[in-house]
């Protein structure tokens, strides 16, 4: 059997025992080429990209995520942008691992079938979604299994520990822990320990499984995760984004330079 | 897609919450899934709990003011001519809208819950005007997101909901109007799911919340339905039913226990919401046949873009203002248990003014809406055809707009 490019980002950190770094962005912000440059420039220091495609009725982001992505729907970002966005990065980084992040509406009026099909001319590598939970999720997961696309299950705070049990069973090559009851990009609430508490109740389940935190992590947050098998960080890239907007500075630069940052914090 | 007989329609749902094999739904972030889980059997629980139901028919009584009347309108009746022209007039209860049964059973449910912190949506401003008076009266923190638009339009229920102690939280993404208040709304819940209840303002959201609020807003039709056999002394032959429809909250209400009678006899009739005459935007997801979609964590139909993005609405009536509708309607559409049509912006500021000039009543902008439909009907039909309105919510709220719109309140 062949390991998947996920798979294969997370062996590669651990043999440099490090969490992956996984950055977030939105597809087309602030415009489509940047989006894509950004990508470009910051795939250096990334070890997996999620690239989340629009919706303009997200019930679980936060401000940052929320501006970035009316920003990008307002210069007429659609689906098959995101996906050409998605197709020109792989052509240039075959492989390193892209996931597509977003909500179920934009693949429902696609199709299933032919989103998927559409990851798969992208060469996407996995998919979150952010309102089709487990077990709603349970058909869906398969068929994106069977196309050789990760789905990724999500778990939260809130998760029962029955549930956890349930969900990593029937889970893919990543998992993603929400570290905190939050939308995306809230401060960090709770103490990074009860954090990692969590995670490692996750973590006992099953070992093997690769899980990622994701939530609030910032500069400031991600050293005290060097120990989870991935941080995620999504809003403080948005954020960089409209700050260099705001001073009329080149966000891609400026991006590139805080992702950098956020590696040597892990490294 | 059938009606099943004897059973609830607010429970003839699959396990994963669809109505019809696929309207409603949970289609929520993960860290929902436990406080919709719990709701869930929480309220699966009080439903049954003999004391909890005491204590909302006493409230609905002594608080709320049940029964509201249901009265003829005969001046209406005699200058239209053909059918007979009656009000359930549901306005009368306090605050002035239907939206006061559901936001009582949610505080009761949220006291239950232990919770000391309570939050909702609203467009036209009722549902945040009602919550903020339960919430004072139960003792509970309440917060309101409304769209910056809408706060800006309904002025007089803002004053009030801040004169109940409530904090208005303005929501300026998007239309800056309802369906961005919904989701600022959920997404204050992902964050504070712990210590707060949330309260969805109409029949839309999670499959739980359609179920509460239909649930609750059924007052309506129980109370009619003992008034039409004391009025008539039996159910007449030929009854219709006229409600507005946004979210579908009141019309579910006036319609659920009438479900079961044959359709000859009672017919309902959904009046969305057409938008300006001139304007190609509109409210009416039901109307225009607008796609299946996912909004608020259910599947309906919706207005929405080839590729999936919620359409922005219009329309002069903020609490119609909503792309999408509640899953239990499609399901009613789908079934052809009820009909849908739109009035327009003007047909129905016209509808008010007529309404007004027959008679003692003063209906909001939203029931304008649905007697637009009923002085279309009336005319057409036999004097022993019954048309019942659901005058479900009190013009007060829109003096400002009917002052510019037609020089008077």
């Given at each position: 059997m062949t390991i998947s490019p996920i798979s294969l980002a997370f062996k590669n950190c651990k043999k440099e025992k490090r969490p992956a770094l996984i950055t977030f962005t939105v597809a087309g912000d602030n415009t489509k080429k940047n989006s894509l440059k950004i990508l470009n420039s910051i795939a250096k220091y990334a070890d997996i990209l999620e690239l989340s495609f629009l919706h303009?009725?997200?019930?679980?982001?936060g401000g940052q995520i929320q501006n970035s992505t009316y920003r990008s729907l307002s210069n007429g970002t659609t689906l098959k942008d995101t996906f050409h966005i998605a197709k020109k990065f792989k052509n240039k980084n075959p492989k390193k691992p892209l996931i597509l992040m977003g909500y179920y509406n934009l693949i429902y009026q696609n199709g299933e079938n032919n989103f998927l099909k559409n990851c798969k001319l992208s060469r996407v590598d996995g998919l979150i979604v952010v309102d089709l939970p487990w077990p709603e999720n349970k058909k869906f997961a398969k068929k994106c299994k069977k196309k050789s696309i990760n789905f990724v299950q999500l778990l939260s705070p809130t998760t029962s520990k029955d549930r956890l049990k349930k969900i990593i069973k029937d889970s893919h090559d990543m998992l993603y822990y929400i570290s905190m009851l939050s939308t995306t990009g809230g401060k960090l609430k709770i103490a990074p320990k009860k954090i990692l508490e969590n995670y490692s109740k996750i973590k006992k389940i099953d070992k093997n499984k690769n899980c990622v935190i994701g939530f609030g992590i910032t500069n400031k947050s991600i050293k005290s995760f060097k120990n989870s098998d991935g941080v995620v960080v999504g809003s403080e890239i948005c954020k960089e984004i409209t700050r260099s907007l705001n001073n009329r500075q080149n966000p891609v630069t400026n991006v590139s330079k805080i992702v950098s940052r956020l590696k040597n914090k892990i490294l | 897609m059938k009606i099943k007989k004897n059973i609830p329609l607010i429970d003839q749902h699959d396990k994963f919450g669809f109505w019809g094999g696929k309207f409603g739904g949970n289609f929520i972030p993960e860290t929902l899934k436990k406080p919709v889980e719990d709701l869930e059997i929480l309220f699966k629980k009080l439903r049954k709990n003999k004391k909890f139901i005491k204590e909302r028919d006493y409230y609905f009584k002594n608080w709320v003011g049940s029964p509201t009347s249901f009265k003829k309108l005969e001046n209406l009746t005699k200058h239209l001519g053909g059918a007979q022209m009656w009000a359930k007039v549901v306005s009368e209860a306090n605050g002035g809208a239907h939206k006061i049964y559901n936001a009582t059973v949610h505080c009761l449910i949220a006291k239950r819950a232990g919770k000391k912190y309570i939050v909702g949506d609203t467009g036209a401003g009722y549902a945040g005007k009602m919550l903020s008076m339960a919430a004072k009266k139960f003792g509970l923190k309440c917060k309101i997101f409304m769209g910056a638009k809408d706060i800006k339009r309904q002025k007089p229920n803002c004053d009030a909901m801040k004169k109940n102690g409530a904090e208005i939280v303005p929501v300026y993404t998007g239309s800056q109007t309802l369906v961005d208040a919904v989701s600022e709304c959920m997404r204050y819940w992902v964050s504070n799911c712990d210590t707060t209840h949330m309260c969805?303002?109409?029949?839309?959201?999670p499959n739980i919340f359609v179920k509460i609020c239909g649930w609750s807003t059924s007052q309506i039709s129980r109370e009619l339905l003992v008034q039409i056999k004391k009025e008539f002394g039996r159910i007449p032959k030929k009854i219709k039913l006229l409600n507005c429809v946004g979210g579908g909250s009141s019309s579910f209400g006036f319609w659920n226990e009438f479900m079961h009678y044959n359709k000859k006899q009672i017919e309902f009739i959904g009046i969305e919401a057409g938008g300006p005459q001139k304007s190609k935007r509109h409210a009416a997801p039901l109307t225009y046949g607008s796609k299946i979609g996912i909004l608020h964590g259910a599947a309906q139909y919706v207005n929405q873009d080839f590729e999936g993005q919620i359409e922005e609405t219009e329309s002069i009536s903020a609490g119609l203002d909503y792309p999408g509708v509640s899953p239990i309607h499609c399901f009613l559409k789908d079934t052809k248990r009820a009909r849908y049509t739109a009035a327009t912006d003007e047909e129905a500021l016209s509808a008010y003014n007529l309404v007004t000039k027959y008679e003692n009543l003063n209906p909001s902008l939203e029931p304008s809406h649905a007697f637009a439909e009923a002085i279309k009907l009336a005319p057409k039909l036999s004097k022993n055809t019954i048309i019942i309105v659901?005058?479900?919510?009190?013009?007060h709220k829109d003096r400002d707009i009917l002052k510019q719109r037609l020089g008077k309140f």
């Open positions: 303009n009725c997200p019930i679980a982001d | 969805v303002g109409s029949t839309v959201g659901n005058s479900c919510g009190d013009a």
